[in-house]
Every structure is written in C-alpha cells, then in structure tokens.
C-alpha cells in the first residue's frame, strides 16, 4: 500500500499529526495492438516494456497472452492486421496513468484499452 496526499493535519501543542489517504492496488487488464509491420524481437521487446515498467511500480503481472496476429474489421493507418497483447496485472492508479502516457506515445502501438477489472474491490 501506498501513502497518498494529506487529508488531515492535526496540531497538539507542537506536533504535528498528519492522516494521510492509503492507496492499494487495484486490478486491470490492458489490450493492445502492435503493428504487424514489427518484427518478433520488437514486439517481445515492447511486450517486456510495459511488463517491467508495471513491476518496476510495484505492480504484479497476473497473466499475460500473447493473441497473436488478427485482421481488422476495418483499416487502421492503412493496416488491416495487428497483433494483439493482454495482460492483466495489479497496479496503483497513479501508475496506471503513467502507462497509458507510454502506450499513446508509442508509435508501434496502434490501439489500446485499459479497464479496471472490479471497481467493488476498494
């Protein structure tokens, strides 16, 4: 669990008490699509990106599946394949925002969703 911002400041004679909001992890699953042009070593590098970048943020990867190649049920830039990746993980929220600022600034990933699993677990 993480410590989040301050909701309470409480002062007795010269100290200071503060009651800090407790972040846990919550659950997601994120799918993306990897452009077909992309060779195996750079996707399997991409994958391993975000895999880290998560872990690294003191996530915890639950499940990853590599879908494999799929056709488009219409072109997305001029592409009728990509190739599809889940994975689902354990996170905090701050973190999640940072891997979604990843994946739009990535250009070999042309779509992505990232859902939370089960907003009843907080």
Do not use: H, W
Request: no cysteine; aromatic share 10%.
């Amino acid at each position: 669990m993480k410590e989040g911002k301050t909701l309470l400041k409480i002062k007795q004679n010269e100290n200071i008490q503060e009651i800090k909001q407790i972040i846990k992890p919550r659950s997601y699953e994120l799918m993306f699509i990897i452009n077909f042009n992309t060779t195996e070593k750079e996707r399997n590098e991409l994958i391993e990106t975000y895999k880290n970048f998560i872990t690294e943020n003191k996530g915890e990867i639950i499940k990853v599946e590599n879908i494999g190649e799929k056709d488009f049920a219409y072109p997305i830039n001029k592409m009728k394949k990509g190739y599809y990746v889940l994975i689902d993980f354990k996170a905090y929220p701050d973190d999640v925002v940072k891997l979604q600022n990843l994946l739009k600034n990535n250009e070999k990933v042309l779509r992505f969703i990232l859902i939370r699993k089960d907003p009843k677990e907080d």
